[in-house]
């Protein structure tokens, strides 16, 4: 017989006081035949760090900076390491082209990187990238102001420090498609500081593969753990998508 942990369950609603429903997606807008992480940016060179360390973005562009014609200011969303519960932070950072600009925060996980003033271009000129301990983990493509990434990892408290446990409700994957090109979606999980990552769920469009859709939801995410959606499609340059339905309880 094996033994759940309290984390398994899904919260009563009529136990809790309040709670945020949120849209985590990504998509892939040309993939390969190979299983590829759904972000619309830097794929599968992804590495996700296992503590929080040392955070800086830069751009491949010299035009990204304070005084360029494409991206000058960004946002920096995501979560601080285990010794602050991690904990969501935010940073407003002024990018200064291909030199490397060190965040105040150590991150443990880039949720989201946002555009926030532009120069005359409007869009960013070049690839702006985030790295947490020198590992690739967030990037914005040249002309785009907003990543999108199937990927989360889940917060202990919010920005002010109060107690929030997620929950994921669903998840899902969809293809752009000509009628002979399918998909394999898979979920993927990792617990805290691990760096070791499981598939424990698939939907399919296509019937390779063996890993069983059988990961019951909703389910409790604990404060560090991580998840991420990837795609085998059945064709070069398909458009893919992901995401997950999560509540945040606090």
């Known amino acids: 017989m094996s033994t759940l942990n309290a984390t398994d369950w899904p919260i009563r609603r009529d136990m809790v006081g309040t709670y945020y429903e949120y849209n985590k997606f990504g998509d892939s ?3 390969s035949l190979n299983t590829e992480m759904i972000v619309s940016d830097l ?10 360390a040392a955070t800086s973005v830069v751009s491949s562009s010299a035009n990204d900076a304070a005084a360029g014609t494409g991206a000058r200011t960004v946002l920096i969303e995501g ?6 519960n991690y904990q969501m932070i935010r940073e407003v950072i002024t990018l200064a082209g291909v030199t490397p600009v060190v965040l105040t925060n150590q991150f443990y996980f880039v949720h989201r990187m946002k555009v ?8 960013t000129a070049g690839a702006v990238t985030c790295s947490i301990d020198g590992n690739d983990v967030a990037q914005l493509l040249a002309g785009n102001n907003g990543t999108l990434m199937a990927v989360y990892f889940a917060q202990g408290c ?16 969809s293809i752009k498609r000509a009628a002979t090109t399918a998909a394999d979606y898979i979920i993927y999980k990792t617990s805290a500081g691990s760096g070791t990552w499981a598939p424990i769920g698939k939907r399919s469009g296509q019937s390779s593969g063996t ?7 909703p389910r409790i995410i604990a404060p560090g753990d991580g998840i991420y959606v990837s795609s085998t499609p059945s064709a070069n340059g398909a458009f893919s ?3 997950f339905d999560l509540r945040f309880y606090i």
């Not at 919010?158 to 994957?173: A, K, Q």
């Open 116 to 123: 926030l003033t532009t120069g005359a271009g409007g869009v």
């Open 79 to 84: 979560i601080l390491g285990s010794a602050n």
């Open 43 to 52: 794929g599968n060179s992804q590495t996700f760090a296992v503590a929080a």
């Open 211 to 217: 890993t069983a859709d059988t990961w019951k939801l």
């Open 158 to 173: 919010d920005f002010v420090g109060n107690d929030v446990r997620v929950e994921i409700v669903d998840w899902y994957g």
């Open 241 to 243: 998508t992901a995401g």
């Open 29 to 31: 807008p040309s993939m």
